[in-house]
Nanobody, 118 residues
Framework: QAQLVESGGGLVQTGGSLRLSCVVSGRTFSIYYMGWFRQAPGKEREFVAGISWSGGSASYGDSAKGRSTISRDNAKNTVYLQMSSLKPEDTAVYYC???????????WGQGTQVTVSS
């Protein structure tokens, strides 16, 4: 088992920035890929960004391209999501997830709320 704990969410004005953190503990050696997702009220969960645990290659969802950067610090077992130029439509609960295979996500955090005011 691996445990994921997100932090860094909060209330920010339009155009502002936030950095989300996801600390991973437990069976970190089994993790192949990390992802950030978000879910707004009444909407489906959406992929935001992902990064390989060891190699660093990253991918982004359409909503994040050009405005977000995912990174990881293996020494701290932490994955970050730096978000900038935030918009009210970015308001959602942001979740961190870990995949052992790269095909599905096996572990999820509890989520952190991001609210962007207009």
């Amino acid at each position: 088992q691996a445990q994921l704990v997100e932090s860094g969410g909060g209330l920010v004005q339009t155009g502002g920035s936030l950095r989300l953190s996801c600390v991973v503990s437990g069976r970190t050696f089994s993790i192949y890929y990390m992802g950030w997702f978000r879910q707004a009220p009444g909407k489906e969960r959406e992929f935001v960004a992902g990064i390989s645990w060891s190699g660093g290659s990253a991918s982004y969802g359409d909503s994040a391209k050009g405005r977000s950067t995912i990174s990881r610090d293996n020494a701290k077992n932490t994955v970050y999501l730096q978000m900038s130029s935030l918009k009210p439509e970015d308001t959602a609960v942001y979740y961190c997830a870990a995949s052992r295979s790269g095909n599905e996500y096996d572990y999820w955090g509890q989520g952190t709320q991001v609210t962007v005011s207009s």
